[in-house]
């Protein structure tokens, strides 16, 4: 069974930094496209930033341009999103995602493989 998992979460305040990881298992996804996604309480789930199957192209919503860096370390297997620069509203929890495309994404419905979240909270 296909699994992404994420890690990398926490508490932190604002200004700080935190770096999360999403590990698949199961098979690898060094061809496919990954994005991060986040939900805040009452909110829908939104695009964070995406990064395409070759390690090229990467596209970021426009609240975090800046701030995040989206990578990926096909050897390893692992996509990693890095977030400076935090602030109280990037407090959600943080969804890893694939596609089966090597062209990078940035809507949900491209998206075929979901991890189950990491809570990133960032106090004031």
């Known amino acids: 069974q296909v699994q992404l998992v994420e890690s990398g979460g926490g508490l932190v305040q604002a200004g700080g930094s935190l770096r999360l990881s999403c590990a698949p298992s199961g098979r690898t996804f060094s061809r496919y496209a990954m994005g991060w996604f986040r939900q805040a309480p009452g909110k829908e789930r939104e695009f964070v930033a995406a990064?395409?199957?070759?390690?090229?192209?990467?596209v970021y919503q426009d609240s975090v341009k800046g701030r995040f860096t989206i990578s990926r370390d096909n050897a390893k297997n692992t996509v990693y999103l890095q977030m400076n620069s935090l602030k109280p509203e990037d407090t959600a929890v943080y969804y890893c995602a694939a596609s089966a495309t090597v062209v990078v994404r940035r809507y949900q419905y491209d998206y075929q493989y979901w991890g189950q979240g990491t809570q990133v909270t960032v106090s004031s």
């Open positions: 990064i395409d199957g070759l390690n090229v192209s990467t």
